[in-house]
């Protein structure tokens, strides 16, 4: 990761967090198949998945907190020549009544400096942070990267 991309980008979360004074209305987004990947011993990061449906009116998810890693960022991935990065993003818009996937190659959540591996089986918390809802924790999943995509066995 860009370490200057990484302080300008918390800088505009810090500002984004600061001007968040408006007034909740509507049913807030709700989230579903809250996914994360499995990872391998020493992995630094790690991926979090999920859907978010728009409720009555928009919101932004503006941030996410969890135990597992030091921090919790938003990431996007973006097309750099015909190379795939991740760059860190201050928010993600829920427009209402919209449906905003966070799938592997696309936008995600991203767990970074894990303290101990995901393992495939396990859950754990993690509060997102949305503009108007405020704080939503959902319950996510920690599955392996072939159990994600070929199969939905439980
Ligand atoms: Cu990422």
């Known amino acids: 990761?860009?370490?200057r991309l990484f302080i300008a980008a918390l800088g505009l979360a810090a500002v984004s967090v600061c001007t968040s004074a408006q007034t909740?209305?509507?049913?807030?987004?709700?989230?579903?198949?809250?996914?994360?990947r499995a990872t391998a011993p020493g992995q630094p990061?790690?991926?979090g998945y999920l859907t978010l449906k728009g409720g009555g009116s928009g919101d932004?998810?503006?941030?996410?907190?969890?135990?597992?890693?030091?921090?919790v960022e938003l990431h996007?991935?973006?097309?750099?020549?015909d190379v795939m990065r991740m760059r860190q993003v201050d928010a993600i818009d829920v427009p209402a009544?919209?449906?905003?996937?966070?799938?592997?190659?696309?936008?995600?959540?991203?767990?970074?400096?894990?303290k101990s591996p995901l393992k495939a089986g396990d859950s754990f918390p993690l509060t997102l942070r949305f503009q108007n809802a405020g704080d939503?924790?959902?319950?996510?999943?920690?599955?392996?990267?072939a159990g994600a995509s070929t199969h939905m066995k439980h």
């Open 1 to 3: 990761m860009n370490i």
């Open 60 to 71: 932004r998810l503006i941030g996410a907190q969890a135990d597992v890693s030091k921090s």
């Open 24 to 36: 909740s209305k509507g049913a807030p987004p709700t989230v579903e198949r809250a996914v994360a």
């Open 97 to 114: 009544g919209k449906t905003v996937e966070l799938k592997p190659g696309g936008q995600h959540i991203m767990f970074v400096g894990l």
């Open 45 to 47: 990061n790690g991926g």
């Open 76 to 81: 996007t991935m973006t097309m750099e020549g």
């Open 136 to 145: 939503v924790t959902v319950n996510m999943k920690v599955e392996s990267p």
